[in-house]
């Protein structure tokens, strides 16, 4: 009888085991088809930015404009105006004083943050087994992806990145990044449109 | 005693203030935002980039004007980098207590830079 009762129990962890396997595959697969139908994307964003520290907090508030496959405008116009353009290997920083046009390749700070802003919102980073190991579950409405970094160059960044995706739609809604230090940021998206046509003015570099 | 003589914001505990930073060096361009912190007799003060991503987390004790640096993020965290942040964040902070908001480090032509943000 002892013997029975263990093997039903082996039995249903399995086959349990196997289903949250099966589901968490539908999602990834969910995720993956909507991020690759999405060829443009714009939100307004609200940041909010956690001093451990200090044991304060900061928020902060713009728009985003996204066009596939590398094109990315961040624009922060609350309580300071700071624009980021990412176009293809060349970045833009704008603040009130100066203009800067960086090449990625040649910064690994501006190249880490681009990549991270990016396949973030959109939800790549989810499939990029190569720099994150995932796991997913499911919240109420929500499905959590949470991402530990791989690759050293992502480590001495985060500790951990949390990507809030709305199961309605399989899209960002809510993206967490944990810093090594305890700080966290947490950047929410709103009023989020996508597959609409955004002006290449947007993401022009000059 | 008076600490931040353009403020009162840091003269009482608890006090607290944003500032626009920048640090501008001869191959290179940082701006971000820097917050200070009164906790009793240490200023604790942290500075992060636009996105929120951590550069230096730190203490400055005005009675002896030295910085401590709690976290320096892994890109700038050097020990040749560390003696120059202590030293140059440590005038910093002694200009500020003296009403000015720029340090400029003559030797390694370093320029820092903090200019008062809308509290919010």
Partial sequence: MKRLLILLFVLVSVHLSLMAQQNEAQIRQAITQAASTMKTMQCDFTQTKHLKMLNDKMTSKGRMYYQQTNRLRWEYTSPYSYTFILNDDKVLLKNAQRNDVIDVNKNKLFREIARIMMNSVVGTSLTDDKSFKSTIATNGSEWTASLLPQRKDLKQLFQKIILHFNRTNAMVKQVELIERNGDKTVIELNNIRTNEKISADMFTIR | ?120
Avoid at chain 2, 93 to 106: A, D
């Fill in chain 2, 1 to 120: 005693m008076q600490l931040f003589a353009q403020s009162t914001f840091l003269e009482t505990e608890g006090g607290r203030i944003r500032y626009a930073a920048s640090i501008e060096m001869p191959k290179a361009y940082l701006s971000g935002i820097c917050v200070l912190l009164r906790e009793g007799n240490v200023v604790r003060g942290s500075l992060f980039n636009e996105f929120g991503v951590t550069a230096l987390d730190f203490t400055y004790h005005p009675e002896n004007q030295k910085v401590k640096l709690h976290h320096v993020i892994s890109m700038m965290d050097k020990w040749y980098i560390r003696r120059v942040l202590r030293k140059d964040l440590a005038q910093l902070m002694l200009r500020l207590q003296q009403g000015e908001t720029t340090y400029h480090n003559e030797r390694r032509h370093i320029t820092y830079q903090l200019k008062v943000m809308d509290n919010g």
